[in-house]
Nanobody, 125 residues
Framework: QVKLVESGGGTVYVGDSLRLSCVLS????????MGWYRQAPGKDREFVAAAARWSDQTYYSDSVKGRFTVARDETQSTVYLQMNSLKSDDTGIYYC??????????????????WGQGTQVTVSS
C-alpha cells in the first residue's frame, strides 16, 4: 500500500522560512515523481513544485519560483519543500503527491496521483 506522510507545517510570520517533508512508503521512490500542491481556503488545489524521477529536474509554479526549493533524498525516500520569504498568500494546506511517471502526467491528471493527508501552513502578517 502506497503511503505519503507529510510533516513540518506550522504557523510562521511573513518573511520567515519553513521546510516540509514527505516520506513515501509502499513503492519504489526512485521510480516515482514527487511533488507538492497546496489549497488555500475557498480555492482549488494548485500545483506548487515537483522533482522528477531519475533526474535532477525540478518544476515550480510562477508564484513560488525563486523562493521555494524542492529536493529529493533517495536514501530516505523523502521529498522536501524548503520555503523561504514566505508570504501571507502562501497560507494553505500543503499536500505531497507522488506519481509513477513523469511530472507532466502528475500535473495533467492529478486525480491519479498518490496523496498525503496534508499539513497546514499559516503565514501571519
Amino acid at each position: 500500500q502506497v503511503k505519503l506522510v507529510e510533516s513540518g507545517g506550522g504557523t510562521v510570520y511573513v518573511g520567515d522560512s519553513l521546510r516540509l517533508s514527505c516520506v513515501l512508503s509502499g513503492h519504489t521512490f526512485s521510480g516515482t515523481s514527487m511533488g507538492w500542491y497546496r489549497q488555500a481556503p475557498g480555492k482549488d488545489r494548485e500545483f506548487v513544485a515537483a522533482a522528477a524521477r531519475w533526474s535532477d529536474q525540478t518544476y515550480y509554479s510562477d508564484s513560488v519560483k525563486g523562493r521555494f526549493t524542492v529536493a529529493r533524498d533517495e536514501t530516505q525516500s523523502t521529498v522536501y519543500l524548503q520555503m523561504n520569504s514566505l508570504k501571507s498568500d502562501d497560507t494553505g494546506i500543503y499536500y505531497c503527491a507522488g506519481r509513477r511517471g513523469l511530472v507532466e502526467t502528475m500535473r495533467s491528471s492529478p486525480s491519479l496521483n498518490y496523496w498525503g493527508q496534508g499539513t497546514q501552513v499559516t503565514v501571519s502578517s
